[in-house]
């Protein structure tokens, strides 16, 4: 049965019948690309693709469509990434797209799902990094360390680090009555203080909600401080 006819027998709008049609295509494009074993070939022969599917979707008009869609549009790009664990691309846009996601339609109604989300995206997002990011699975990094790493980070690598920057301190902010969270609360903030550095105006600047919410929401001995938070929160609308 064609595809297009099949969709034309629902009362859907034009433009979500034709949306429905393009990702049918393109499962159907990336079945076939994964049945010949060409995924790695593909995906560096098309470098371009994966960060427009990601741009595509956090420039979608329609928040419940993209509530929709972008579960499945993350799965397959994890489909992708099995066949090609190194890609910087993919693993940047999963980490783009979880913490995203997670931000955006889950941690409002589910903050315990959204904090494996935010974990899960700064994990892809680490694994960006490599040797640039700010914790090991192999030991525990002394604190000079992991400063150093921090400050390895440049320019080219400020989407990744933005983004799992963002999910690290949102967990962060969702478990600040765990030990565990607390411990790793200075390199979080360590890290949101080098994109500050490398571009303070990165993503319309919305790292400084993220400081801002973090040192308001933390008590006084554990370094929060309210009159900074303003001061944060200040810097978005100059």
Request: proline share 5%.
């Given at each position: 049965?064609?595809?297009?006819k ?31 074993g ?69 941690e409002?109604q ?121 001061g ?7």
């Amino acid at each position: 049965m064609d595809i297009r006819k099949r969709d034309q027998t629902h009362s859907y709008p034009e433009f979500v019948t034709d949306f429905n049609y393009m990702v049918k295509l393109f499962s159907m494009f990336f079945l076939c690309i994964f049945l010949s074993g060409c995924v790695k070939l593909a995906l560096r022969s098309t470098p371009s693709f994966i960060p427009r599917l990601s741009q595509a979707f956090f420039e979608e008009c329609d928040p419940e469509l993209s509530k929709q869609s972008l579960p499945s549009s993350l799965k397959i790009m994890e489909g992708l990434l099995k066949n090609d664990p190194e890609n910087r691309q993919i693993l940047t846009a999963l980490c783009t797209g979880f913490a995203g996601y997670a931000m955006l339609f889950v941690e409002d109604q589910d903050p315990d799902r959204a904090s494996s989300l935010y974990l899960r995206a700064r994990n892809y997002g680490f694994n960006t990094l490599g040797k640039k990011a700010p914790v090991s699975n192999k030991s525990k990094l002394t604190k000079d360390v992991v400063q150093d790493r921090i400050n390895s980070i440049g320019k080219g690598d400020l989407e990744a680090l933005f983004w799992s920057t963002m999910a690290w301190n949102a967990w962060i902010n969702l478990n600040l009555d765990k030990p565990a969270a607390l411990g790793q609360l200075s390199a979080a903030q360590a890290c949101l203080k080098r994109v500050l550095e490398i571009n303070p105006e990165y993503y319309y600047g919305e790292h400084y909600i993220l400081i801002g919410s973090t040192l308001a929401a933390m008590p006084g001995p554990l370094g929060g401080d309210e009159q900074q938070a303003k001061g944060y929160l200040k810097r978005l609308y100059r």
